[in-house]
């Protein structure tokens, strides 16, 4: 007798379902797949109104998403091992970064149900809460909740921890934090896992700190421009203030070799009337000034012997405080003509 054998025919519409995962795949850049459990159809459809243009949002089942992916190449079939549980596909063309922060953006605060795990610690904060007196006491201390009366109002005595991550949210409790309006959970769709063409990216490598980031990026711009500028390394950023200090270093070497160079020809002469002065003054009383030199020494006060040279070094620190006002568009013209 032969033996015969039976082949099961696939339904049409799954693998119409295979093919459309399929495509989307194909036609964009970005696709990942999110955790839909405890999200109603209809906060899916809400979450597809908000995103047109930016997200896909695919449901099917399990068995399908794994069997597409399968079929579009080994890389790709890697994502397979995120599939679990309630799971859906969305699809983007923002880069795997922004998909996160989108996706992100888009969960909202949802009450915790009786009788499931915890997945948080659940505290509640010490202070006056909007019940009058009455039963609703005893309801909040049989869920243990620190509750009391104070002036006429029901209040929360302590700061307690009702619930630790992973116990089980008695169906009292659950009911006390819904009335006082904690609400311990977020809801929406929990990336688990994006494949950009190339990378197979997980939330923990697309979880940053934008401003921890931003700061690390100043604070290393900060230390390149310093060591640039230490170093003389002339870039778009440095070679104004490069410009401008060998335009001062240059004027201060002008100034103490009594080079005569036009930028600092002023500083020179001041210096020398300074020295006059200062020389004039030791000798007043002495036959060896003329009468010009001594009528200008009659408007100035006689300076002490002992103190001439803390003036000369005054005088000598002069200059560099005044070619802190020279001109940015003049700084490489005088630096020229300094050296020839």
């Known amino acids: 007798m032969a033996e015969m054998h039976h082949t099961r025919r696939i339904p049409q519409w799954k693998v ?4 459309e995962i399929k495509r989307l795949a ?15 159809s209809r906060q899916i459809q809400k979450i597809r109104e908000e995103t047109r243009g930016e997200l896909v949002v695919k449901v099917s089942r399990n068995n399908l998403i794994r069997r597409a992916l399968e079929e579009l190449g080994e890389d790709v079939s890697k994502m397979g091992d995120y599939i679990e549980d309630q799971t859906a596909i969305v699809y983007s063309n923002l880069n795997p970064f922004k998909l996160y922060r989108l996706l992100e953006s888009m969960k909202v605060p949802a009450p915790i149900k009786g009788g499931t795990i915890s997945p948080v610690d659940i505290t509640i904060e ?3 809460t909007p019940f009058n007196p009455g039963p609703i006491v005893g309801e909040l201390q049989k869920a243990g909740i620190p509750a009391a009366i104070e002036r ?19 169906n009292e409790l659950a009911r006390m934090l819904a009335r006082l309006e904690i609400y311990p959970l977020t809801v929406g769709l929990d990336l688990r896992a994006v494949y950009d063409g190339e990378h197979i990216f ?15 990026l100043r604070r290393g711009y900060a230390n390149a421009f310093n060591l640039a500028l230490a170093c003389a390394y002339p870039t778009r950023e440095t070679i104004v203030p490069l410009i401008q200090k ?35 003054s030791l000798l007043l009383g002495t036959d060896a000034l003329d009468d010009d030199l001594r009528g200008t020494l009659s408007y100035i006060p006689p300076v002490k012997e002992e103190k001439a040279e803390e003036m000369a070094e005054k005088e000598t620190i002069e200059p560099e405080e005044e070619e802190e006002e020279v001109e940015e568009e003049d700084a490489a013209v005088g630096l020229s003509s300094l050296f020839g």
């Open 26 to 40: 194909r036609e964009y850049g970005v696709f990942g797949l999110v955790g839909i459990r405890g999200i109603s």
């Open 152 to 170: 006429g109002k029901v209040v929360i005595k302590s700061t307690t921890t009702v619930v630790k991550e992973g116990d089980l949210v008695s």
């Open 202 to 216: 997980l939330p923990d490598m697309l979880r940053i700190d934008e401003e921890a980031t931003k700061e690390e």
């Open 246 to 280: 060998a335009f001062k270093d240059g004027c201060t070497l002008a100034i103490e070799g009594a080079i005569p160079a036009p930028e600092v020809i002023g500083d020179l002469i001041r210096r020398a009337h300074s020295d006059l002065l200062k020389i004039a």
């Open 126 to 128: 010490k202070g006056p």
């Open 16 to 19: 119409d379902e295979v093919a």
